[in-house]
């Protein structure tokens, strides 16, 4: 779906104008007189981003930038300011109303187009983020978390060391960010340094350099900062001399956060340097909100093991594995004997301290890649690829024992609590691998599989508990 701009310029030739181009590129546009109109619009059809043109004494527009930014249904719409708004301290104010950028005339159609797909970019992956935030707390999953903002780091990558190491001076006095610095002499090198740094944003300042050697040196930096996993999220501006606006064009398109051309105060670069690090802080709260979210979705909160839910698919995804290499696979059911009676001697405090012991020790006695999961209120179960079935009795014995062999320690003066469990084994079988890319199939396979284990864990009970039981074989 087309993205849908608001176009507000009080000048009907501008708006006509900027409307065909904003068209041409495949835009959705709402177009404005004046600021009463442009906020009726903003409230009943909100815009994806804003474009707005202003004078050069405009305060009005000023106070328009601030309105829409203080409103929370509006705080994440981008913002670009055009017109004659090139006095530093008239860009500053701009920038400090919420503007996400200030663009003088005459305005470079291509820098423009390709500012607003960075802008849409940025702000269709922050919205795609909340979305599955706001899912997961609406799941009960989650809940935000106090933000303790830290200071960040900027790596200042210059034309050289010294007018490097000077900007980085510059910037560290203005903004609470520590500052280091680099020469642009070896590209691709300094993807490396800026991952070693752990820096949060990079300021490549290419004043000073012609042209041709701009567009032979930024480009490929850039790209190979996006392209590695350690410098990928980092955000990116570039400053760059007057009258390099295709370069600038091709920056923002393949991954630069923001581009300013021309003489630009260092009061000017601190905000954007803020924004920009504000942007990168903003992405990575909400990408660990959305990680912790998941965590919660497959995790047992009380024991932090895997839940039944993570098993499930975990199960089908080893039958496909083992079937592939040729190997077998064990499910056991792990069941704590008489647990109602320890809930009911000791209280349901005691019970849950037990049972987090007892995942504590299922886990440090299976290897890495076998799955342990509570999936019910005393009921583990456990999962152990390329495992025959002389090896997988063996290892439910090992398991067995592990709880049985040591009592539970509850302090508070209370006597150690001794524990056995009920252990039920099946092997996979045929049908399980020849279900395997079937997720309907391979799950009612894999059900029929838990229902042998589950089986033998009842034998188990049935014939004097704390043993293991050994599920008859496959059809």
């Known amino acids: 779906m087309s993205a849908r701009i608001l176009l507000v310029d009080g000048v009907a030739t501008n708006r006509i104008v900027l409307n065909v181009k904003l068209i041409a590129a495949r835009y959705l546009v709402d177009s404005a007189a004046g600021i009463p109109e442009a906020l009726t619009?903003?409230?009943?059809?909100?815009?994806?981003?804003?474009?707005?043109?202003?004078?050069?004494s405009d305060d009005e527009s000023i106070n328009f930038c601030r309105k829409v930014k203080s409103d929370t249904a509006s705080a994440d719409t981008p913002i670009i300011m055009i017109g004659t708004i090139c006095d530093p301290a008239q860009r500053l104010a701009a920038l400090r109303a919420g503007a996400d950028d200030v663009i003088c005339r005459p305005v470079h159609d291509q820098v423009l187009l390709a500012r607003i797909r960075s802008l849409l970019r940025a702000r269709d992956a922050a919205a795609e983020l909340r979305m599955r935030d706001d899912t997961h707390r609406a799941l009960g999953l989650g809940e935000p978390a106090a933000v303790f903002e830290t200071p960040g780091r900027v790596a200042i990558l210059g034309r050289s060391i010294g007018t490097a190491r000077a900007r980085a001076a510059r910037l560290g006095a203005l903004t609470p960010h520590r500052c280091s610095a680099g020469a642009l002499d070896d590209r691709l090198g300094h993807a490396e340094d800026v991952a070693d740094t752990r820096a949060d944003v990079v300021l490549i300042d290419g004043t000073g350099m012609t042209p041709a050697l701009l567009a032979e040196t930024l480009p490929p930096l850039v790209s190979e900062l996006r392209s590695r996993s350690g410098t990928?999220?980092?955000?990116?501006?570039?400053?760059?001399?007057?009258?390099?606006?295709?370069?600038?064009?091709?920056?923002?398109?393949?991954?630069?956060?923001?581009v300013v051309a021309g003489p630009v105060s260092d009061h000017e670069l601190a905000l954007r340097v803020e924004a920009v690090m504000a942007r990168k802080k903003q992405r990575e709260r909400l990408r660990q909100s959305v990680r912790d979210g998941l965590r919660a979705a497959v995790t047992d909160p009380l024991t932090g093991l895997y839940n039944r839910r993570y098993a499930e698919p975990h199960l089908l995804r080893l039958a496909r594995s083992c079937r592939d290499a040729g190997s077998d696979f064990a499910m056991m059911v792990l069941d704590i004997d008489h647990f109602k009676s320890i809930n009911d001697a000791h209280g349901h405090g005691v019970g849950d301290r037990v049972l987090v012991m007892v995942a504590e020790r299922l886990r440090r006695s299976v290897r890495a890649e076998d799955l342990v999961a509570r999936i019910g209120g005393e009921e583990f179960l456990v999962a152990m690829p390329d495992t025959d079935p002389v090896e997988a009795r063996a290892a439910a014995e090992r398991l067995r024992t592990a709880i049985c062999s040591r009592g539970?320690?509850?302090?508070?003066?209370?006597?150690?609590?001794?524990?056995?469990?009920?252990?039920?084994?099946?092997m996979a079988g045929q049908s399980a691998y020849l279900a395997a890319d079937d997720p309907a199939t391979g799950r009612t396979c894999i059900d029929a599989m838990f229902e042998r284990a589950d089986a033998a864990l009842y034998r188990a009970k049935n014939s004097g508990r704390n043993m293991v039981n050994m599920a008859l074989s496959a059809a």
């Open 41 to 56: 619009i903003v409230a009943d059809t909100p815009p994806d981003l804003i474009l707005m043109a202003v004078g050069g």
């Open 232 to 258: 990928r999220d980092v955000g990116q501006i570039a400053v760059l001399p007057d009258h390099t606006e295709d370069t600038a064009a091709i920056l923002l398109d393949i991954g630069v956060n923001d």
């Open 408 to 426: 539970f320690d509850l302090g508070q003066h209370r006597p150690v609590l001794s524990v056995t469990l009920s252990v039920g084994v099946a």
